[in-house]
């Protein structure tokens, strides 16, 4: 399937770092390590040749021992995507205070040792605080984990509907939203 949503407009910063950017700090460090490292979701990464919509989602029963369907690769291993980005502690759907983790609550410890975190993850943005310590490159990797996250899970959804995309616009004065 080759429909797509537009990309996230992410600013582009001068490839040449400002004064206002944070060039030494370990953070500017630490992510530009981190996009540059293997495994890093890349353009090449992101595409449709290492992460195929027709093989997707996936049952990987002999792995993890259940019915659920994963998100896979080229090579139908476990999909991993690896970029930078915030954790939201605070969000509506973050299950992290000490109520669900402590056993003073009453729980059972086996029934903790079952327990998971629930978090939010939110992608660098210039708006952010400490965005003077982001390089150009997170940015990048970051919107295009938020893009890609979003492509795949429309065109699931579009195929799982069997609804068909049309390539030409139903009325001309309204832009396609798939262009």
């Not at 495994?39 to 029963?61: F, M, Q, W, Y």
């Not at 939201?88 to 975190?117: C, E, H």
């Not at 938020?146 to 068909?164: E, K, M, P, W, Y």
Request: with cysteine; net charge neutral.
């Amino acid at each position: 399937m080759s429909a797509s949503l537009p990309t996230t407009p992410v600013p582009s910063r001068p490839s040449t770092p400002t004064p206002d950017l944070e060039v030494n700090s370990a953070l500017y460090k630490s992510l530009l390590y981190s996009v540059r490292s293997p495994g890093a979701l890349t353009v090449d990464a992101a595409s449709e040749k290492n992460i195929p919509l027709e093989n997707n989602p996936h049952p990987l029963r002999m792995f993890m021992n259940d019915s659920a369907e994963y998100w896979v690769d080229s090579s139908s291993s476990l999909l991993r995507i690896k970029f930078p980005a915030r954790l939201n502690l605070n969000g509506q759907y973050s299950r992290i205070g000490p109520y669900f983790n402590m056993p003073s609550t009453g729980l059972d410890v086996t029934v903790l040792k079952r327990a998971r975190v629930q978090f939010e993850l939110r992608p660098l943005h210039e708006s952010d605080p400490l965005s003077s310590h982001y390089p150009q490159e997170a940015l990048d990797c970051s919107a295009r984990a938020l893009d890609t996250v979003i492509s795949h899970t429309f065109a699931l959804l579009i195929r799982s509907s069997g609804c068909q995309i049309r390539s030409d616009p139903i009325h001309r004065s309204v832009p396609d939203p798939l262009r």
